[in-house]
Nanobody, 122 residues
Framework: QEQLVETGGGLVQPGGSLRLSCTGS???????VGWFRQAPGKEREAVAC????????YYADSGMGRFTVSRDNAVNTVYLQINNLTPDDTAVYYC????????????????WGQGTQVTVSS
């Protein structure tokens, strides 16, 4: 099965930036890769998604311009750039794969990575 691996998380100061990576096979196939996050005591929520046709969708913090999702097919990687981080961004961030269009619903995705912890603190 396709394996997804998230990297790039860590401790960052408020106002800083972070770029998360999701690496796996099959990203050039039809479908989409989504980014989700889950904070303690909260439900998993969608952050962003990019399709195989490079259509992008943004969910949490949409309109604030802090999230950018992109891909580099040459290295089988999807990125999530987060700027102007705040403590509210602290969560485990997951990437996920589905075979259809971008969706903001976690249950729509069929394959998940293990997650990477993002902690925003001074």
């Amino acid at each position: 099965q396709e394996q997804l691996v998230e990297t790039g998380g860590g401790l960052v100061q408020p106002g800083g930036s972070l770029r998360l990576s999701c690496t796996g096979s099959g990203f050039t196939r039809a479908g989409a890769v989504g980014w989700f996050r889950q904070a303690p005591g909260k439900e998993r929520e969608a952050v962003a998604c990019i399709s195989s046709s490079d259509h992008t969708s943004y969910y949490a913090d949409s309109g604030m311009g802090r999230f950018t999702v992109s891909r580099d097919n040459a290295v089988n990687t999807v990125y999530l750039q987060i700027n102007n981080l705040t403590p509210d961004d602290t969560a485990v961030y997951y990437c996920a794969r589905r075979s259809y269009l971008c969706s903001g619903s976690a249950v729509a995705y069929t394959k998940w990575g293990q997650g990477t912890q993002v902690t925003v603190s001074s």
